[in-house]
Structures are given as structure tokens and as C-alpha cells.
């Protein structure tokens, strides 16, 4: 069984992926019926047709999102359950937030002490984070 604070990553992640859903399910509907009031089908049409391409574009950003923190999670409690502790590692190709740099500094972190998980954690790069997790003893 998972510690308590990885379960709580888990509802943390579906909560935010659940949570971007309906909000781009909201802004999707409230662009649709925007474009009614053109009045020329041809335009209506282009309008709606930008809206859901639009829909698409951000449901894919938040679903690869969400998968990359899955992904994490998942190395989080293999890395628990070998005992270890948690080093956040700098993806070598990407430019850094500030929080990441400071939680890699900061590394390595007991389960208790880990921030959040790459992708989840409250960082300024937010769901774009490529940071890993690395086990260390």
C-alpha cells in the first residue's frame, strides 16, 4: 500500500486533470456560443471549428501532463518502497524554474519532505516541468 503521501499526490493529480477538463469543456461551450451571434454560417462555422481545434490542443497538453505526473508518481513509490530517498533531478535540455532549482538544491527528500512530484508540485513551471525523480540513499 502506497504511503499516505504519495495516495494524496494520486487524488491531487486526478483532481487537476478532472479540473482541466470541465474547464476547458466550459470555455469550449461558452466559445460556441459566442460565434451564434455572427450570424453568417460560414463564419460560425471557421469560429467553431478554431474553438474545438483549440479544445484539442489543450486537452492533449493536459492529458500529457497528467501522464508525466503519473509517471512520476509511479517512480515515487518504487522508490519509497526500495527505501530510498528522493533527489530531483534537472532535466539536462530544459530551461529551469526557480522552484525546481531550489528543489533540486534541497535534494534528497525523505517521502515525508518530497514537495510534490515533477508536473504537480506547486513550482512556477507548473504541469511543463521535466524533472525527474531519481532514487539515492
Known amino acids: 500500500m502506497p504511503h499516505p503521501k504519495l495516495q494524496q ?7 487537476r486533470f478532472e479540473a482541466d ?5 466550459q ?7 459566442q460565434v451564434w451571434d455572427f450570424g453568417d454560417f460560414q463564419i460560425t462555422q471557421e ?5 474545438f481545434d483549440d479544445g ?8 500529457d501532463s497528467a501522464t508525466w505526473q503519473a509517471y512520476q508518481l509511479g517512480r515515487a513509490e518504487q522508490i519509497d518502497e526500495s527505501g530510498m530517498r ?3 533531478i534537472l532535466d539536462a535540455g530544459a530551461a529551469h524554474c526557480p522552484t525546481c ?9 525523505t517521502v515525508d519532505e518530497l ?6 508540485a506547486d513550482t512556477e513551471c507548473n504541469g511543463s516541468c521535466r524533472c525527474n525523480l531519481e532514487p539515492v540513499k
Open 27 to 33: 470555455d469550449m461551450l461558452n466559445k460556441t456560443l
Open 9 to 15: 499526490l494520486a487524488t491531487r493529480i486526478t483532481a
Open 21 to 25: 477538463v470541465v474547464r476547458l469543456g
Open 56 to 63: 484539442q490542443y489543450r486537452l492533449d497538453l493536459a492529458g
Open 86 to 88: 528522493y533527489a530531483w
Open 47 to 51: 469560429l467553431v471549428s478554431d474553438a
Open 115 to 120: 514537495p510534490g512530484i515533477p508536473g504537480e
Open 101 to 109: 532549482l531550489d528543489f533540486a538544491a534541497m535534494s534528497p527528500f
